[in-house]
């Protein structure tokens, strides 16, 4: 009994042995055992024969090129498209690990949505780094008013030829806002050295080398000399920086001569006396800055000098209307083009709303004939029932800068509307 | 059930936002709207009033270049008396001293009126650094116990602190971060607190203090456009959130306790208001501006 005992513990222990042996070789040669040569990649190219043009291009994917398909896509199924492995950008992360970190000041957007192959091929491609396009033709088929500027422009910044990224990131930038590889001016005078004499004469020998030369030059190029934005200050058109600065030689070459409501006032007197003259001055001429909260004083790309677009400009306080149009259903296009202008008075007014005019009425009828032929009583005589201090006019039943309704109505339906005033309607 | 979550998604965004929520049972309740000066005239796109505790309304009837002063007792309005002066063209920001006399900002004049209790003309009050006509002018003011006129100056970039002869006291220099200050309040203990409706903050700074600091910010969350500041002197401030047509009320401390009223063109919903003023009997007055009309509300707490 006893030596029965002592062979099965014997034969036990031998089997386990062998086992601890065996299993991690068979497990080891398993794949190569039952996978055919090149079943990697180069198998699939036996079906997938439309990759002969792709492998024909001159930069090939390394996965591709190692005839890897393997590496991104499973050969049997998959729970993504094309049968890859996982979801594309994890795919592509899991050797570009750091395309977009999360310390970064700015990043591509294409990028931090993980979407890769808007601008590369994950194939081949007959562009560098994989580009589905050459490089600037790619940046353009997104940033097209940049490309219309850029085609028009009569003097071209010459690094754009090479394609955006000698500037830029296009992934994303550490140091700089958008996805500059560094900020200005540091980043232009990597090319333009500051101390040529040539560079201190164009500047009239003020010491602009820590000014940021992207508040008048257009890095993208321009209509006008020196790439400067296509709108320019006259004096600075005419090299008249002393009609506003101190003297270069002055301790303070770059301060101007008086507060800038005064000076910008000197020429633009009748402006100011107008917006002086009315019951109401928009904040930012109250405000120290003055002129300058909202224009730039030596050129900008907006008409008159308006630093950014009305969009952003007027947005940098009015940033609840500006939202409220972006989250519209219902836009009105003044508003949704940033021609704020169109209908507000944008220095002071005598209306308590800054809008043109006494009343919204003309306003509105500037561009809207309704009220000329189909429209509901409104004007000085149509008292409102909701309210008898009030009379009805367009504001009465729509919201100019957008709403989530249709005819840019403030209640969800037209009876809504409507029995706001005609109560005795509803059923 | 539906209301209490939303109230826990309200308060989770605002903490996340910065703004510390307060559960507490306050909010403002319409009592009467007042459409006209007495003698029939309406009232058009009114900016500012003033109120106090002994039962004296005034209103700046901006659209129509006039003052009109009520007595509101027992729930309705009384012995309007309008104001006009050649001076006063397009009043707005408007406030009563511990002697009934009334201070009014004039926006086209650019300069603070200061009016007897009847409204007589007595003098204006300004930084005097520069002739009015050529300055911007004051943005907004408040008075103190003492009757001390804290003046907001954009233009200057301080809060100048004068006495009602206009002799300076001290000033404050306005936070250097460029933010755009439209309104400010003064607690009876003499505190400041300062609005910026652009970045949605409010500073303040204590009697003593040569400063500002940061008291809350985020309000751009539970606000529109939180243009205009007041307090009751009971550890309450306002906020009137002008775009949005609601009142932010806030804890002295910056916590938001709640939002009360909301856009419309019936009376307890607001268009546009522009100044709000509450006295020591929790009686509230808002300039409702596009509705053309005042109206009077209850704090209920």
Excluded at chain 1, 273 to 285: E, G, I, M, R, V
Excluded at chain 2, 210 to 238: C, K, M, N, V
Aim: aromatic residues 4%; charged residues 20%; contains cysteine.
């Amino acid at each position: 009994m006893k030596g029965a005992l002592v062979r099965t513990t014997a034969r036990a222990c031998f089997l386990g042995l062998v086992l601890i042996l065996v299993l991690p070789a068979r497990g080891q040669g398993q794949e190569d055992r039952r996978l055919k040569p090149g079943a990697k990649g180069q198998i699939c190219l036996e079906c997938h024969d439309a990759f002969q043009e792709k492998l024909a291009r001159p930069f090939l994917h390394t996965p591709l090129k190692n005839r890897e398909c393997s590496s991104c896509h499973n050969p049997h199924a998959a729970s993504h498209g094309n049968l890859l492995a996982a979801r594309p950008e994890q795919v592509c992360q899991r050797c570009h690990q750091d395309v977009a970190p999360e310390t970064a000041r700015s990043v591509h957007q294409p990028a931090r949505d993980g979407q890769c192959m808007t601008c590369h091929d994950p194939h081949s491609s007959n562009d560098r780094f994989n580009l589905v396009k050459p490089a600037s033709a790619l940046c353009f088929d997104c940033h097209k008013d940049l490309a219309a500027r850029v085609a028009s422009a009569k003097f071209p910044h010459k690094p754009l030829q090479d394609g955006c990224a000698t500037c830029h990131d296009p992934h994303a930038s550490s140091g700089a806002a958008r996805l500059l590889k560094r900020e200005a001016p540091g980043l232009c005078l990597s090319c333009h050295s500051a101390a040529t004499a040539s560079f201190s004469r164009s500047h009239m020998g003020y010491p602009v080398a820590q000014s940021r030369c992207t508040d008048c030059h257009d890095a993208h190029g321009s209509s006008q000399k020196a790439m400067l934005f296509d709108n320019v200050h006259s004096p600075v058109a005419k090299r008249m920086c002393r009609q506003c600065h101190e003297e270069p030689t002055a301790a303070n070459p770059l301060s101007i001569k008086k507060d800038a409501l005064e000076l910008c006032g000197t020429c633009h007197a009748a402006t100011v006396a107008d917006a002086f003259a009315k019951k109401s001055l928009h904040w930012p001429l109250a405000d120290r800055k003055s002129c300058l909260s909202c224009h730039n004083p030596h050129a900008a790309r907006q008409k008159p000098l308006i630093e950014g677009s009305m969009l952003e400009t007027c947005g940098k306080c009015h940033s609840d209307t500006m939202r409220r149009q972006q989250s519209s259903l219902v836009k009105h296009v003044p508003a949704t083009s940033g021609d704020c202008a169109a209908c507000h008075e944008v220095h002071g007014s005598d209306n308590a709303f800054y809008l043109k005019g006494a009343s919204n009425i003309e306003l509105c009828g500037s561009c809207h004939n309704y009220q000329h032929h189909s429209s509901h009583p409104i004007g000085e005589k149509v008292i409102d029932p909701r309210n008898g201090n009030l009379t009805l006019d367009c504001l009465s039943c729509h919201r100019s800068h957008g709403s989530e309704y249709q005819y840019l109505a403030p209640y969800d339906h037209t009876k809504a509307l409507c029995l706001q005033c005609h109560e005795q309607m509803a059923r | 059930m539906s209301s209490n979550r939303h109230l826990i998604l309200a308060a989770g965004s605002a903490l996340l936002a910065g703004i510390a929520v307060v559960a507490s049972a306050v909010t403002l309740r319409p009592v009467l709207s007042v459409y006209d000066d007495g003698a029939g005239g309406p009232l058009r796109e009114p900016a500012g009033v003033a109120c106090n505790d002994a039962s004296v309304l005034v209103v700046s009837d901006t659209g129509n270049g006039r003052l009109v002063r009520y007595v509101y007792e027992g729930g309705s309005v009384k012995q309007a008396t309008q104001i006009r002066l050649p001076q006063l063209t397009s009043p707005r920001h408007v406030k009563l001293s511990s002697k009934d006399e009334i201070l009014v900002l004039d926006s086209k004049a650019r300069q603070i009126l200061h009016l007897t209790r009847e409204g007589a003309l007595k003098g204006t009050i300004g930084s005097g650094r520069r002739p009015a006509a050529a300055l911007p002018g004051p943005v907004s003011f408040d008075l103190d116990a003492r009757d001390n006129v804290y003046i907001l100056d954009a233009y200057s970039r301080q809060v100048l602190v004068v006495d009602l002869a206009g002799k300076r006291i001290r000033e404050i220099p306005l936070p250097g971060d460029g933010g755009v200050f439209t309104d400010l309040t003064v607690d009876a203990g003499g505190g400041i607190f300062l609005l910026d409706p652009a970045k949605g903050t409010i500073y303040s700074a204590s009697r003593e203090a040569q400063s500002f600091s940061l008291l809350t910010e985020g309000l751009r969350q539970r606000a529109s456009f939180p243009g205009r500041i007041t307090g009751d002197g009971r550890g309450l401030l306002y906020i009137v959130d002008e775009h949005g047509g609601a009142v932010l009320l806030l804890g002295t401390n910056g916590a938001v306790h709640a939002r009360s009223l909301g856009f419309g063109w019936t009376n307890g919903l607001l268009r546009w208001p522009s100044q709000m003023c509450v006295n020591g009997k929790g009686e509230a007055f808002i300039a409702d501006t596009a509705n053309n009309r005042v109206q009077i509300l209850e704090l209920i707490q």
